[in-house]
């Protein structure tokens, strides 16, 4: 097992804390992480382009002039799309860019991608993040001495304070262990636990 420090908000050593090798120790392989990123990010696309099509305009279904003896094309409805304000041809239509990816292939990309920040020394662990009020200055001024500028907070619980001192914060997130992800591990420089997490973590994934 590797054994990190655990830190306090000031950026002091208090303690340490044992991770599995099972979820802290794999073999990265960066297509596995690649299709679990790409299937969350087209999973966020809402696919609700759409155009009017021949049967979606309304107007008349009436032939606007006889078949014969005219001169013309052989027109039908008003709703043709050759005529202006007619039906669109080919046009796109709600739908789904969902990817279908293995429960199992997304749980080794998550370990993929803790093992990654752990190798890299972007990996924080801390005994609590307790905010007195709700103030985004605080919140930058932990940050700062920690450090970890750039970095996603990920807590055991629901924290009223620390989310809404997060909320406007540019380059950094605080979510639930309950929530994380491969996109967000990766999208910020530093990951910071707060020590319950870890539990929670380990318990989702082993």
Do not use: C, W
Request: overall charge positive; proline content about 3%; aromatic content about 4%.
């Amino acid at each position: 097992m590797a054994v990190v420090d655990v830190h306090n908000t000031n950026g002091d050593k208090v303690s340490q804390v044992e991770l599995l090798d099972a979820i802290f120790n794999v073999p990265v392989k960066k297509s596995v992480l690649h299709e679990v990123v790409v299937a969350q990010l087209a999973k966020r696309r809402m696919g609700m382009a759409s155009v009017k099509r021949r049967s979606d305009v309304r107007g008349s279904g009436v032939k606007l002039f006889k078949q014969k003896g005219m001169g013309r094309a052989r027109r039908g409805n008003i709703k043709s799309p050759l005529l202006r304000g007619g039906g669109v041809v080919f046009g796109p239509s709600p739908r789904s860019y969902e990817k279908k990816t293995p429960k199992r292939v997304r749980s080794l990309a998550m370990k993929m991608a803790l093992t990654s920040k752990l190798e890299e020394n972007k990996l924080l662990v801390i005994d609590q993040f307790l905010l007195e009020k709700i103030k985004t200055q605080d919140f930058l001024a932990i940050l700062n001495r920690l450090s970890a500028r750039n970095s996603l907070v990920v807590s055991d619980a629901g924290d009223e304070k620390l989310d809404l001192s997060a909320r406007n914060v540019q380059g950094a997130k605080v979510i639930r262990s309950a929530g994380l992800n491969v996109y967000d591990i990766l999208k910020y420089d530093m990951l910071i636990l707060i020590e319950p997490s870890i539990k929670q973590i380990e318990g989702r994934l082993v």
